[in-house]
């Protein structure tokens, strides 16, 4: 990706950099489609092994209404006054997540809220595609 100042200089991050960024983040946007348009929605989410986990209601315009439907996700942090920052995309087939025992298991992650509405579900968006880049200055 090419930096749009001179003095700035974008890196690409590779795949653990990418993991560990994506692991500290608590806010992020899934991009999905809603009415074959495509639609972006800030979301809470977690890492849970292989997958992004998204809390989710059972009328949630985001919720996977067919199996495996490919979204992406996106977290990033971006500092204005130092103009740096960082961007983390992950592309994979997307699913719902309903069974009782396994809502329940994914109540118990580190949630900044705790998980209490009822029908509850979760979005599941396997880790397929990762990548990510890192903004700062340029090096004199």
Do not use: K, N
């Amino acid at each position: 990706m090419p930096p749009t100042d001179q003095d700035r200089m974008v890196v690409p991050l590779d795949d653990a950099e990418c993991r560990a960024l994506l692991l500290g983040g608590r806010i992020g946007r899934l991009a999905f489609t809603q009415h074959a348009l495509p639609a972006i929605q800030p979301v809470s989410y977690r890492v849970h092994e292989a997958e992004v986990v998204i809390p989710a209601l059972a009328d949630s315009p985001f919720l996977p209404r067919t199996g495996d439907a490919v979204v992406a996700f996106g977290v990033d942090s971006y500092d204005d006054s130092t103009w740096t920052g960082w961007s983390v995309t992950v592309v994979g087939p997307s699913r719902s997540i309903d069974d009782p025992a396994v809502v329940a298991l994914l109540d118990t992650l580190p949630w900044s809220l705790p998980m209490t509405s009822r029908g509850r579900r979760y979005v599941a968006v396997r880790i397929g595609l990762l990548s990510g880049w890192r903004t700062g200055p340029r090096p004199p």
